[in-house]
């Protein structure tokens, strides 16, 4: 074993690659480029990126998320996600998928990405704030950085921004991850009884307006419980956490309760110009229905880092600028497209009512669990749908 860095590394005054966020884009970003032959990169966060706990619910999709780890992934699996219970408050039915998908224990997950990034040359300090990023002079864009009330400013040839929804630290018209920004609540809870192969979704507009509830197992006997709301909606998520919690187990109280922005919008602004790319949250690169974005995130710093690399290399502006726009293609391609359906049809389903749930779910459930299909759940959403319109207009 390795001695553990300390991730207090001197800032430089030049580098090559400039990574600011240390979650799951910038970690991956940061690993890739300097094993891609970057030069010297450099990985700064405000924290420690493995504070306990991570604010996420931890499930992931098995196949995306081995194929894009840069390491292997068993370390971090806490158990499978063999089945996912859908639930409304009167209807419920249970989707069987043997093997889809993982609870993940993503602190450590970060921990081991810092110290593999650390061990491969990259310098990481983790108490750094990035606080602006610079137009492009010359060469070289400058970031100004505060470390214990002191202020540094690093030039580098290229920098990959992953710092989350909303920070804004470029003046450029780019993607900042603030576009339809809610914010989820959850709490840990021990003592719920739960099956810990299934994940459970709930939905109910009295206490998860346009959006969802949900139970997901986290380690033994415990579960991670949270609720996210949609923007504008009368309650906050916070007051849909302690109803929802009500109903799960009635006189039950939230413990320590956490709260994370979900960037859900998707296609605002562009995502890479003069050297900079934007990743992960800090783009929103996030499903806006489901607001999962630990896949996302991964894939999109794994996305950066090959255009940043090959930028770095091009011999001309008009060669980067054609990365640039490759970059956001090929973001499209994969994952872009589809989001943007997601968000196209988020208001409609957001305004399904209690009732139409019930009866939704209700249909679903006559079929045994492991019959469930794509086609079959969207001709039973089709079924319904009629009877929402009016739910959407009267919402507008």
């Not at 293609?329 to 749930?357: C, E, H, N």
Request: proline share 6%; with cysteine; net charge positive.
């Amino acid at each position: 074993m390795h001695p553990e860095p300390q991730f207090r590394s001197p800032l430089p005054l030049q580098c090559d690659a400039l990574v600011l966020g240390a979650g799951p884009a910038g970690l991956c970003a940061a690993l890739n480029l300097v094993r891609g032959g970057a030069g010297s990169v450099v990985l700064l966060d405000r924290r420690d990126p493995w504070r306990e706990p991570v604010a996420c619910a931890e499930a992931v999709r098995r196949v995306p998320f081995r194929e894009v780890s840069p390491l292997l992934v068993d370390p971090w699996i806490r158990g499978p996600v063999d089945h996912c219970l859908f639930a409304s408050e009167h209807a419920s039915f249970l989707w069987t998928t043997p093997g889809d998908g993982y609870i993940i224990d993503r602190a450590r997950m970060h921990r081991d990405l810092s110290v593999a990034c650390a061990e491969a040359g990259v310098a990481c300090h983790f108490r750094a704030r990035a606080t602006s990023i610079g137009p492009l002079r010359g060469d070289r864009r400058a970031v100004e950085v505060e470390v214990d009330g002191i202020r540094h400013q690093i030039h580098a040839r290229c920098v990959v921004e992953a710092t989350g929804p909303g920070k804004g630290l470029e003046r450029e018209n780019l993607a900042d991850g603030a576009e339809d920004l809610e914010t989820a609540a959850f709490t840990l809870v021990d003592g719920l009884s739960f099956d810990p192969t299934a994940i459970q979704l709930w939905y109910s507009r009295r206490f998860a307006p346009g959006g969802y509830a949900w139970l997901f197992p986290s380690g033994t006997d415990r579960a991670n419980v949270g609720v996210v709301c949609a923007r504008g909606e009368a309650i906050s998520s916070r007051e849909g956490l302690k109803l929802f919690l009500e109903h799960l187990q009635p006189g039950l109280q939230p413990g320590q309760v956490w709260g994370g922005a979900i960037p859900c919008g998707s296609g605002g602004g562009e995502l890479a110009r003069d050297m900079l790319f934007k990743s992960g949250d800090a783009a929103s690169m996030v499903n806006g229905l489901s607001r999962s974005g630990i896949v996302e995130a991964m894939e999109a710093g794994t996305l950066a880092a090959t255009h940043a690399l090959a930028a770095l290399k091009a011999s001309s502006p008009g060669a980067r600028a054609r990365l640039y726009r490759s970059y956001r293609w090929k973001w499209f391609v994969k994952r872009g497209l589809s989001y943007r359906l997601t968000m196209w049809i988020k208001p409609w389903f957001g305004s399904i009512q209690d009732a139409q749930w019930d009866t939704l779910l209700s249909r679903l459930s006559r079929r045994p669990s492991t019959g469930h299909t794509w086609p079959h759940t969207i001709w039973e959403v089709l079924r319904i749908l009629p009877s929402t319109l009016g739910n959407r207009r009267r919402r507008l």
